[in-house]
């Protein structure tokens, strides 16, 4: 199968969300990374292209410029405030595009956004990634199917807490950015608080028509909102309470969504990402696991990334870094132990191995 | 960096452990799959190296005698009774090798083979993959670190269903070849019964010194073993029990090993692979999380791959496959949700989205 | 000891709360119920005194007024609508009071009682049975005591789903009062919204200071409300959101409260009501387990009613009902088993039972 | 209904098991303790008696002599090697008998004293403690109702961590008899591996025909059996492994027992008592909690013990012990926050509580 010819902006080398869409491509094969404007930074840009391997260009504007047709699709992983006009960009120029959450920094980039976005043939996607997650999807198709009825009420928790304290102050990158409304917009809200709400909707297929916000900056100082809890009114009598925080110490990135209809509950968690638990209305709990990973049934989903270690191992090895393997010795222990057992059973004693 | 070029024997299109070998390669990029010989049905094997976009070989002779050096390494995951063979004739050739477990059919081989591994300057690995999990591996270094004091006792409890039916008479591939002496080797003992064998010497240090099995074909008319209940002495007088099976109906893919020390107890399982329990004498529980996969802190093992179905989904709506994506309407309905938030903050009440 | 002398009011038989006061008065062994009132229907009333084998009123006014100083402390379990009026002549007689909660119907009554109880000497306790948990208190001393750093956030979670379908116009006892606001007062927010009030302010020790809440009647039809979302602001500038509800379909009686301070996280769940979880910056989990229930350490708070069915067992046997018991024979069979295994160590073989 | 009268043998204040019988036999008011001979210290029997309130003697045999026909019903929870001789003795005087498991210290004085218990008409019940949880009743009945098929496999996993050090060097109480052989026969078989076997068969409903035992004591210096792994044979080509210890680091009292049918698997976890997990062929998990504890549906096993601890401080504080209750100013503040809750309902905005 042809692959797609993909471009990335942003996204250089010890950045974080870019090399999770580099690895989200490489895994099913289909994309193939070609050219980079990878950080607004000139050298950072070129020296992370030349880490790739890619063609690297010093500006985004240059970069569609010179790449013209030789590439299909842009992914764009800069932050918030330049989304609106790399995508516009980007579309215009007859390009697919996959853009990172939110969409833009303000709601009117948002509003001209999407409507040049329905004029185009391109192809628009947003990776709001717990939408990827199979049994989020399930949840969804039970959902509409009637598996739970009519539903009455939704909850979305949605809690981090790596900015429980001030980091931004000590020129911590990742929540620089975050916490600069100029940068980012809106804090929590536009940074998690856009994953509660697009899971509420999502999952119900019901969308939200009021909300009632309370909204805190909890560390002293922040700029932006850092932890809200939200009272919605969604479509069909449906209320909800969708809490986003990143000031909760020690929440590693805790999402759960839970929905409760007439004749039973749905609920997710990120904590447990491969069981969707239904409760019917005399609280039997039936647990349904994800049968659509990569991986065989009964294989979690960090299953690829433990290979994915013991060939990252190998490669070192290869290249001459002194890292543990799993060697002829290991293999061979194991033969033997086969072995002892076997012989074990047919003596019925205890055998050296 | 300089990719490893590599060639696969065995895995064709359909089949279950090469796919999770080609992801595990792809997703750090540190090998380059160009050439293979997939099948032992050599239009299959052609076949599949089309798909895939490499250079086929009927057979892994032409493969190795074409070739020559424009390959560095071999993976090999073919069925086991084939293993010694190729994986001797790759070493004889200079290749690195990487081979499924286990390791041969028989032990015999396994000497012979080891010997051979031993002697060569090649990288000989192989995929034991419950190793590649990182909280495995920081059960074993903590292990050896005394955090848990002098080992007294181990257990390893690794339970499938899939083989709780004859399903090998109705010609399943997989329980095909598995359950075939000839093909296999061992039933149980070899497939996954190598895999506790192994945990139980890698999170100690310690090797095994004794043992006395019981084994059994639960499945009427299996040729080979499906489940066993070993004891076992290992070193400095640690005591074991192991079991494995593939007719416990239902198990997923349970893997549980827990090691207890005269300090303290360490225990891992594969239903929750992202987390390592440490018990205090007093029956107090520290939970560590996973900060060592791919994804940032926080994410489970599963992030990666829900993040590649948003591009498998974006890559099949480019190709004019009808999926649903997060397009600009949602991404759009996501600000709006923001904006509505952050006023009803600033007029206390509820306001419109 | 002396046993406390004390009289019920209300908890005729068949009902739900009475008999749970009464186990957990016989636990102890500290209380000795020698009479009560205990239905608003005579005939029942006089009934259950009768099978419990205590002397038996029509009316509470009867009760108090014949026994006198027989008694010393008054138990009442009655509908939410006479709690004021009965707590009042409790106390004005002198008695000691153990009132059920919600306190009272209304508010006014509440300030009254109060400031009665204020002035007797008597001791006038309520029973908000979740803060009898050891692990809630622990969670309190805790936080008293500093563990987890100024409080930031509190979130309770109080959902039940026996109320998802309008049983009370089947006439469900326990139903009907409760959704009738002329004897319960508020619904969901009285009966379990109490309880999740009560829970942040006894775990944190900050009081509420303003509230804003979502209330509604979910079940069409209802009278009271029967779910609602409240945020709130504690003192010390400490947010919360707490939820109450019931018509969650199939929660049994989930109540969860989580309080994150600048330093930490406490965490406790009544679906493990024995443990308590510290979460530290870095997102390493410790868990508590109770050690001060009245089974030993290790046991579950189920133990004792383990132990108590086991006894029954015996006592229907004695009484002539033919159920199974643990009989000389089982005793027999586990003393063999004992034998043989320690023949099998002795021989290394397979041994007969 | 009348009352069983009964004496106790053993079981003093400050032990651990007779307080527990104390305990189970009030929770359900059908036992009435009227005699003990409470301990072979006959200053401490005596002192226990006065205690309880109930009467005491120095010794069993002068208790059966005094009592005569006043009591129904002796429940014996001494050291294992006076089993034998009380049990008789009181199933002789024509006692119903309840007595504390394994049954005698020796397999021979079982063999007599199981005769005998045959031949009288008392009832003679023993306290295999986990027989009494009901979730461990209905996965025995499950099974032999042939919700599971034809049963293959069982496991039993039975680890306690409190013998880990040499306590019983120190003197401790309940470790210094327990591993003194003289007084309790086998170690860690007897005291938790008659509970792992019982479990076995009683879920099963199958007994066990051999075993092959690899048994150990860990602790250095210690004269019983520690730890065991047992590997069995049962009726109908069923096979089982089950371990038990008593130096497994941390293990509070962890008692699992799974077993594996040809439809599907039941598995029940001490440390989830209320719960029964069913998994079926494609891995589907069903829960089903309990619903015949005493504490109404959806409360755990744990409500009756949290409610006795509200009752414990009102007696403390009746009784001038100075401790927390939940008094009349609580249960204001409760009611404030419900109106205060309603009126931010009706106007739609934040309200003082």
Known sequence: MTKIRTAMVGGGIGGFIGEIHRMAMRLDDRFELIAGALSSDETRAMESAKDLGIRGYPTWLELFEKEQSNIDCVVIVTPNDSHAEIATAALSAGYH??????????????????????????????????????????????ILAGDIGAVRTVSVDYRQGWLAEPIEKE??????WRTDPKQSGAGALGDIGSHAEQLARFTTGLSIKQVRGDVHSLVRGRKVDDHACVQVKMEQGVVGDLVCSQVC???????SVRVWGEKGTLAWSH???????????????????????????????GFVEAFANIYKDMADKMQ?????IIDAKEGLASMMWIDAVLRSQETKSWCEV
Chains 1, 2, 3, 4 share one sequence.
């Open 97 to 142: 595009v996959m853009l990172d959450k939110p969409m833009t920094r303000t709601l009117e980039e948002a509003i001209v956004l999407a409507e040049l976005a329905q004029q185009t043939d391109c192809v628009f996607s947003m990776t709001y990634s717990y939408t990827g997650y199979p049994m989020v999807r399930q949840m969804r198709q039970r």
């Open 171 to 176: 020129g911590q990158k990742q929540a620089s």
């Open 249 to 255: 110490t020690g929440e590693r990135n805790h999402v």
């Open 271 to 301: 904590d447990a990402c491969d069981a969707l638990k239904f409760t019917a209305h005399d609280g039997t709990e039936t647990i349904n696991y994800c049968n659509a990973n990569r991986a065989p049934s009964g294989h979690p989903a």
């Open 320 to 324: 001459g870094v002194d890292v543990q």
